[in-house]
C-alpha cells in the first residue's frame, strides 16, 4: 500500500498567502527529504530534514519522526511558488516519494 | 542546483522498439538511482548503483530493462521492449551516500518517454 500520503492533493492560494503541506508515512522509515518539481519536470531538493525544524528563506521545514510526519509551511506566497511539491521517505537507500501537492499561486 | 544531467529530453518510440536514456551524475557522486514517475505522480524506484555495481532493483528491471554506470562513461537506463505503460518521466538522482545518514538525492530534469 501507498507508505507516504501528503495532503493536500492541490491547493489555490492568492499571493501572500501562507499555505501548510503535510506529509504523513505509514512504516519506520529514516529520512526524509522535500522536493519541488517544476511544471517541467526537473526535481529541486528543498530540504534533507529527517527531524526537527528547518528554515530556507519562506521555507519552514518540521519532521516529528515519532508521529510519522512532516509539514512543509510557505509563507507569503508567490506565483513563483507554483508547481509540485513532493514529500520522500527513505528507507536506507531508496526514496519513497508522495503523490504531490500541486500549489497554484494566483496574482 | 542540481548537476545531473539527463538525455534526451524527450524520447518517442514505438511498442516493441528499444529505448535508451542517459545519465551523467554530479562529478563526484557514487551513487545514482533511477525513478520513473507515471501520469498520476506516482514515483516508482528502478534500480540504484554505486559506482558501476548494481546495488538494488525491481523486478520490472531485471526483466525488461538494461541498465549500467560504466566509469568514465555516461550511466544509462534502456528498455528492451517499449510498451504502451512505460510512458513516463524517468528521472535520475545521484548522491554522495554511502551508507551513513545523509542521503539528499540530486535529480536531472527527466527524460519523458511516450510509447506509441
Known amino acids: 500500500g501507498q507508505q507516504v500520503q501528503q495532503s493536500p492533493a492541490s491547493l489555490v492560494l492568492q499571493e501572500g498567502e501562507n499555505a501548510e503541506l503535510q506529509c504523513n508515512f505509514s512504516t519506520s522509515l529514516n529520512s526524509m527529504q522535500w522536493f519541488y518539481q517544476r511544471p517541467g519536470g526537473s526535481l529541486v531538493s528543498l530540504f534533507y530534514?529527517?527531524?526537527g525544524t528547518k528554515h530556507s528563506g519562506r521555507l519552514t521545514s518540521t519532521t516529528v519522526i515519532k508521529e510519522r510526519r512532516s509539514s512543509l509551511h510557505i509563507s507569503s506566497s508567490q506565483t513563483t511558488d507554483s508547481g509540485t511539491y513532493l514529500c520522500?521517505?527513505?528507507?536506507?537507500?531508496?526514496?519513497?516519494f508522495g503523490s504531490g501537492t500541486k500549489l497554484t499561486v494566483e496574482p | 542546483n542540481s548537476k545531473v544531467i539527463q538525455t534526451p529530453r524527450y524520447l518517442v518510440k514505438g511498442q516493441g522498439q528499444k529505448a535508451k536514456m542517459r545519465c551523467i551524475p554530479e562529478?563526484?557522486?557514487?551513487?545514482v538511482f533511477w525513478y520513473q514517475q507515471n501520469k498520476n505522480n506516482e514515483f516508482k524506484f528502478l534500480i540504484n548503483f554505486q559506482n558501476q555495481e548494481v546495488l538494488q532493483q525491481i523486478d520490472m528491471t531485471e526483466k525488461r530493462f538494461s541498465a549500467e554506470c560504466p566509469s568514465n562513461s555516461p550511466c544509462s537506463l534502456e528498455i528492451q521492449s517499449s510498451e504502451a505503460g512505460d510512458s513516463a518521466l524517468y528521472l535520475c538522482?545521484?548522491?554522495?551516500?554511502?551508507?551513513?545518514?545523509?542521503?539528499?538525492?540530486?535529480f536531472g530534469a527527466g527524460t519523458r518517454l511516450s510509447v506509441l
Open positions: 520522500a521517505w527513505s528507507n536506507y537507500n531508496v526514496l519513497y
Open positions: 530534514n529527517p527531524s
Open positions: 562529478k563526484g557522486h557514487p551513487v
Open positions: 538522482a545521484s548522491s554522495l551516500w554511502t551508507g551513513g545518514s545523509q542521503n539528499t538525492l540530486y
